[in-house]
């Protein structure tokens, strides 16, 4: 695996992708097939109990696991995830969340892989994605 | 399998859980076992591409199945997703999404089903979950 | 959806392709987009407690998909698996299982359903498995 | 997370509950939360083309993350498979199969992980799982 993309070109793809949600997320370290993000939390991802709602933590995995896949194929923005297998592990706190992602295998077709996501300052994971995009033709 | 809350104790209760999204949910029919609700799209949940974005889909799959699980064990908010498979089919339309929910196992301390959800107007599924729910004890 | 191989053909195609495991199974229908097989469980396949083990539920929903994927395909044996979710349900019985299919979705490059399976003769499904199989191309 | 068996008394515990299979598997290395081991292949596990099964996958991941999680709540053979999804990435040779598990959480009623399988002297492996399984009450 070879990385096609810098972590500031990452950024600007995901300010113009996702515009709606881009300013919540952060790259902490990006390598060949892996990365790791920090995702701000605010009131709209809360739940009752001062915990973080399953489809926040379901986004994190998702725009991880996306830019992991863009880093390595370059800038297609039509790579749709095909399937996300999520187990809920731990209640997160009200904390940021943290992921980090691997890719398992980058083919011409599809790209798979998992993240696990952290609520920061704590060790044990509060959930773990698998995930599979399809990549498009040139 | 018994229905144990009618269509109008869950959506109040719906509306006391999920406060900052349950105006965007409506039941549309409710049985032992199943159930199908209706999600209103909002800009918020649109991508670029005028299509509604996957942590939208996967949060009517989580909406769904939890109150298809409540219905059968009454209203016990601890119930927690464990688990959730989701496979993305087609590109939505930037319609209203519709989901038909069934309960596949209610078990002591798991309940167990699926989801198929459509853009509405369209007969083929844009995306099927499989979902797991812990049941609190007594 | 339309049915590219009879029930026949399929037959023919399982004893050429899975020699070792195609006597233990049988298509007890078939259409476009659905089929329902039913396994013979021998020896091999129980586990102590008068059950049968969990590959074996695995191996039925994995032929199961395949065949409805190649029904509408045609004879494609590079299709494999990419991923399969499986939630087990009940504990079955020694009896033979029943499977049944649907697709969910027959696209260019990939094929999406789901089964469910039954011990023979109880109504309630002791497993529940999706599936996504990779379509190689002509 | 605390070892409650070791490896000798893991590998009495499997040739008593999976008698028909238990010759096939040999653990690798064991520490509380991991587990690595071996399974032969021979030709009831081989399909046409000179690869493994997918069933046999499946099988090699179960038999792994059941260890891993005995080996941290004593031999409680009533803790069963409630949920698999497993991703195959490459054809594996057919060569010996090998496993890594992870533990992500254990819990009184769950334990979570994953189990990422390689054919024996290639780094890249060929399919991961991702597993829950249910442990019962004393």
């Given at each position: ?28 370290a ?43 194929i ?37 790209s ?18 698998s ?7 040139d």
């Open positions: 695996m070879k990385l096609l993309m810098s972590k500031i070109e990452i950024e600007q793809f995901l300010k113009k992708e996702f515009p709606q949600v881009s300013q919540s997320f952060k790259i902490l990006l390598d060949a097939g892996s990365i790791s993000m920090l995702m701000n939390i605010t009131n709209e991802h809360l739940r009752p109990g001062g915990t973080v709602s399953g489809p926040t933590m379901f986004l994190l995995a998702d725009v991880s696991f996306y830019l992991a896949t863009l880093s390595l370059g800038p297609k923005s039509l790579t749709v995830t095909t399937n996300c297998s999520i187990n809920f592990l731990r209640k997160p706190s009200e904390d940021s969340l943290i992921s980090e992602t691997r890719v398992l295998k980058i083919g011409k077709t599809l798979v892989g998992d993240v696990l996501i952290y609520s920061k300052g704590n060790k044990k994971p509060v959930a773990h994605a995930l599979t995009y399809a990549i498009p033709k």
